[in-house]
């Protein structure tokens, strides 16, 4: 069967399994079974050999066992009310900015995100502690809303990420490097966002109540030893990384043991607790492992058809220059983040992306920050925005109003990307500069 018309069959089953609300990870096993045996002919006992020999190659990855541990970090930050503090700790240096406290949305979902890697946990988390505190102060409520859609979304971009976990597994390239190029970049982020927010109160200054009351020496310090036990985790967990010293996965060990001692310090420990953030991780754990594993099969069955290998030469052939593809492939992604999550979105697109970026000089670090700024996108575009689908759930708003709150950070991310392509130093700087 020709190449490209093989790919063009195996998209359209894909997105027709997946538009008739198949679970991912079976889609993408149905699809990869039949890429198998009804397109290439393998029989029965190969496609099953291939599927188990890529199972046991995954189970036993190393790098995947950082993604349960992340996970757990942030259970347990969530659930023993540390990011409680995070809001406390942050109100007394942001109440002069303009926009007051609309900046604890994006900083308190910066410094979440520096301990969790995950999107949607980081959206949730800051999301029940500020939605209603900000309403409650008199806080415009779109603006609110629209904020830490955008910020939640740093929850990838900033280390550690599970989706960078993923695409470095994926990739073969080193986590500890991506880990190190999202930084800047993230931060770029969360400065954008900032100063959106703060041009919007200069412009309007009614979507920000007048400043309360003059704070005092003391509240600068209370609030700071608030925010000591998740600057603790950060230091600890990126400079052991950065330190060259131990792996994400022993760094996120380590940060799981020094998360417990927190929360026994703080008298919030209890054995129902750690059950129930034990829960939480496994059912997420096994979501992400068996997308990971469904896709992993997908790419091999599409690898031995040959697919990536003709969609490269058919586009090599156009002779494209370097950024009229990356503005093809950011279409792409567009396009595939109003239908899928940001996980399927890079372990599916990665086998045939990623030879096609490599082939025109993109180097495969800053190409994994590219692909994350672009799974930021899908995070808050509908109608698969799962961060539209958190805030939906706090807030009880519709997908489309949440949406167009939203809207004017998914342009900043759009500002950050041609940033980044236009400047990839930006990315390239900190882990050349480490390593």
């Known amino acids: 069967m020709d190449g490209l018309f093989l790919g063009l069959l195996t998209l359209g089953l894909l997105l027709g399994l997946l538009g008739a609300g198949l679970w991912i990870f079976v889609a993408l096993m149905v699809v990869g079974c039949a890429v198998l045996f009804f397109g290439l002919g393998f029989p029965l006992d190969r496609t099953g050999n291939i599927l188990k020999s890529i199972m046991w190659r995954s189970a036993s990855s190393w790098e995947i066992a950082a993604i349960p541990m992340f996970l757990l970090m942030g259970e347990l930050i969530y659930r023993a009310e540390i990011s409680a503090r995070i809001f406390r700790g942050l109100a007394p240096f942001v109440e002069r900015l303009p926009g007051r406290l609309l900046h604890a949305n994006v900083a308190g979902s910066t410094l979440f995100a520096a301990v969790s890697g995950s999107s949607a946990a980081t959206t949730a988390t800051i999301g029940r502690i500020t939605i ?34 993923l695409y470095g597994v994926l990739a073969e390239v080193s986590i500890a490097r991506l880990f190190a190029a999202g930084l800047i970049p993230g931060l770029m982020v969360a400065a954008l966002y900032s100063a959106w927010i703060a041009g919007v109160a200069l412009v309007r200054p009614e979507v920000a109540p007048p400043l309360a009351e003059r704070r005092q020496g003391r509240d600068y310090l209370c609030a700071t030893v608030d925010l000591l036990p998740i600057l603790f985790l950060i230091v600890l967990v990126l400079g052991s990384i950065y330190s060259g010293r131990v792996t994400p996965s022993e760094a996120a060990a380590m940060g799981v043991v020094a998360t417990l001692v927190i929360v026994a310090l703080l008298g919030r420990f209890s054995f129902q607790l750690l059950l129930d953030c034990l829960v939480g991780t496994v059912v997420l754990s096994a979501m992400i492992c068996s997308i990971l594993v469904a896709a992993a099969f997908l790419s091999t069955a599409i690898a031995y058809a040959g697919l990536p290998q003709t969609l490269a030469r058919s586009i090599a052939a156009l002779e494209l220059s370097p950024y009229t593809l990356i503005l093809i492939l950011a279409l792409f992604y567009l396009i595939l983040g109003l239908f899928l999550d940001g996980i399927s979105i890079t372990v599916m697109s990665l086998p045939v992306t990623l030879p096609l970026a490599m082939q025109a000089g993109w180097d495969p670090i800053w190409f994994g920050v590219f692909l994350v700024i672009m799974v930021e996108m899908a995070q808050i575009t509908p109608p698969v925005g799962f961060n539209l689908f958190v805030l939906q759930g706090l807030t009880g708003w519709s997908l489309g109003r949440i949406a167009m709150a939203a809207l004017p950070f998914f342009l900043l991310l759009c500002l950050a990307l041609l940033l980044v392509v236009m400047f990839p130093g930006i990315v390239l700087w900190l882990p050349q500069t480490i390593w």
């Open 132 to 165: 209603n505190a900000l309403q409650q102060r008199g806080y415009d409520r779109s603006l609110a809303i629209g904020s830490l859609a955008g910020a939640g979304s740093l929850g990838l971009l900033i280390p550690p990420s599970i989706v960078m976990i």
